[in-house]
Each structure stands twice: as structure tokens, then as C-alpha cells.
């Protein structure tokens, strides 16, 4: 079954960087693009950025824009977001997701989130 597993969250201070990293399995990754969401508490899930199959395109949120950035690696079924100068209002749950082709319609996929905690 489709599996999306994050990690590389945890607690920065302000102006720093983390990486995370999303480990796809139970689908063919190359063929899809993928997501990255964020939720802060009281709010609603938001789209940080996402990432064409072959990476060849990417595109963020205006929040993110410029600070954060999404790459993939086919050969390890897994995608990435870089986060750099990040700021209090970075501080969320991020999520991985995918809509992947299952027989005739599509399922939307999720891993079960990371904690990103900007915070000195």
C-alpha cells in the first residue's frame, strides 16, 4: 500500500535551516508529483510547495518563496524540502502528499506529519 513517511523535523531557531525528507513506497514515485503542506495550530492546511515528477518544475507558497526549496530523488523514492531563514510563523506540522491513480479514480495519500518548531 501506498506508504509516505517524513522526517527531519524538530526545533530551530530563528534564521536557521532543517531538511525534510519524505520516503515514498507503494506506488510508482517517478510518475507522480509531489506535495508539501503545512498546519499550524488553528489554521488550515496550506500548500508550501510542490514538485513536478521530474522535477522540473516546482512552485511555493509567497511565504516560502525564496527561503524554502523542493527537490526530489527518484532513485530513492524520496522528496525533499529545504528550509532556510526560517521564521517563527514557520512553526507547523508539514506534511507529505500525493494523488495517486487507484483503478479508476484518484486517492489522495498523506504521511503522518513532522513538527517544525521555530522558536528561540
Known amino acids: 500500500q501506498v506508504q509516505l513517511v517524513e522526517s527531519g523535523g524538530g526545533l530551530v531557531q530563528p534564521g536557521g535551516s532543517l531538511r525534510l525528507s519524505c520516503a515514498a513506497s507503494?506506488?510508482?514515485?517517478?510518475?507522480?508529483?509531489m506535495n508539501w503542506y503545512r498546519q499550524a495550530p488553528g489554521k488550515e492546511r496550506e500548500l508550501v510547495a510542490a514538485?513536478?515528477?521530474?522535477?522540473?518544475?516546482?512552485r511555493y507558497a509567497d511565504s516560502v518563496l525564496g527561503r524554502f526549496t523542493a527537490s526530489r530523488d527518484n532513485a530513492k523514492n524520496t522528496v525533499y524540502l529545504q528550509m532556510n531563514s526560517l521564521k517563527p510563523e514557520d512553526t507547523a506540522v508539514y506534511y507529505c502528499?500525493?494523488?495517486?491513480?487507484?483503478?479508476?479514480?484518484?486517492?489522495?495519500?498523506w504521511g503522518q506529519g513532522t513538527q517544525v518548531t521555530v522558536s528561540s
Open positions: 507503494g506506488f510508482t514515485f517517478s510518475m507522480y508529483g
Open positions: 502528499n500525493t494523488a495517486v491513480v487507484v483503478g479508476r479514480g484518484v486517492v489522495d495519500y
Open positions: 514538485i513536478t515528477r521530474v522535477a522540473g518544475s516546482t
